[in-house]
């Protein structure tokens, strides 16, 4: 079976290739690509997404696939080799019932969304963006139906991101946290509201670059391995095992996006720089699922990032770096503002308390 599992593994990671190439088209999207470009970068996106979409549904492939299920079957279910196949044998099932033209159509229709919602972002006009939004979400609602046997269209969609999880689950999940976390904001509410004011002032865009580098260097990103930019909307793109990238935005009289943006991304790069080589282009690499993802990026930001202990160090050279707006301002306020919990509309620059009610919505 070593030849047949060899020649998984030849397959497996020249999709992983193909897939990693198109990462980096969508990363440049996302940070460098002139406004002009975002057709021509749909039909690139598209042209990729096809022959990974058909290099990833041959029978040549589903045929190796059934001659190593018994080899799997025999395997430690939680050795390497094992989950290779069986969650190779998922994908591939899942992959056939997309057909081709679908995956060419939302590649297309998602460039040009892209664009729409960056520019009606700048100038706050949702009409701008709303009947790309509607083409998104019909198509998704089509997505939906090459799944007919779901207990729920969602249970399609949500398979993506958090493998087995089911839309009942989510909402048993949420409606148990729910009541909670809305007595707890109403309670904190009651309370007199910290004073964050200082937060919301001018700040050197690249002093605040340059601290956050500091910071994120400090937590071990690997910069022979990475680079941060910025983008419309804070992601984390990984172009392979040996390549996860950051971005990050800057606003010039905020403190907060940039500091905890920045610390998101790079738990959600930590994550993935961690992957073990053996899984390097096995469709294997770079997390188990979206939801351990969000628990290492929020651990860095929140557990850690808005930790007491952390601000003890790293708050004397904040100071030094913004000595007029920061100077006589007291650890402890700073530590509380940072904290502060208050309703909002923008869920990545949320508190801690508030972002999970922006999940649940």
């Known amino acids: ?21 198109a990462a980096l088209v969508g990363w440049d999207q996302n940070t460098y690509m002139p406004p002009g470009a975002a057709e021509a970068r ?11 979409q058909e290099w990833s549904t041959t029978p040549e492939l589903g045929k190796l696939l059934e ?13 390497d080799e094992a989950r290779l196949i069986k969650v190779s ?50 198509l998704r609602k089509r997505y939906a139906t090459f799944f007919p046997g779901v207990d729920h269209p969602y249970d399609a969609l949500l398979d993506d991101f958090e ?36 937060l919301h002032q001018p700040f050197d865009e690249k002093k605040q670059w340059d601290f956050g580098v500091e910071v994120i260097s400090k937590f071990g990103y690997d910069w022979e391995h990475g680079r941060q930019d910025k983008a419309p909307h804070p992601f984390t793109q990984s172009a392979g095992r040996t390549d996860v990238r950051i971005t990050t935005r800057v606003y010039p009289e905020f403190l907060n996006p940039m500091l905890f943006g920045t610390m998101h991304e790079t738990g959600h790069a930590l994550y993935a720089l961690g992957s073990a080589p053996a899984l390097d282009r ?29 601000w003890e160090h790293f708050y004397p050279e904040l100071q030094k770096t913004f000595p007029s707006q920061l100077g006589e301002v007291k650890l402890r306020d700073f530590y509380r503002a940072v904290n502060k919990v208050e309703p909002s509309l923008i869920r990545v620059e949320a508190d801690e308390a508030t972002y999970n009610l922006h999940i649940m919505l």
């Open 67 to 79: 001659e190593l299920a018994p080899y799997a079957d025999s395997l430690d279910p939680d050795s």
């Open 282 to 310: 096995t469709g294997l690499d770079g997390g188990a699922s979206l939801a351990v993802h969000e628990s290492q990026s929020r651990m860095w930001e929140n557990l850690v990032g808005r930790s007491l202990p952390f």
């Open 163 to 198: 493998p087995g999880m089911k839309t009942a689950d989510v909402k048993a999940i949420f409606n148990t946290l729910r009541p909670q976390q809305v007595e707890l904001l109403q309670a904190i509410a009651a309370k007199p509201q910290v004073d964050d004011s200082f």
């Open 89 to 138: 044998t998922r994908d591939f099932h899942k992959a056939t019932c997309v057909p081709v033209d679908w995956v060419v159509e939302f590649n297309q229709v998602t460039a040009v969304a892209f664009q729409a919602w960056v520019e009606a972002r700048q100038k706050s006009d949702f009409p701008h963006f709303q009947p790309h939004l509607e083409k998104v979400v019909e």
């Open 1 to 21: 079976m070593k030849e047949k599992l060899d020649q998984l593994k030849t397959k497996l990671a020249e999709i992983s290739d193909l897939g990693q190439a």
């Open 42 to 52: 749909g039909n690139q996106q598209a042209i990729l997404a096809r022959i990974i």
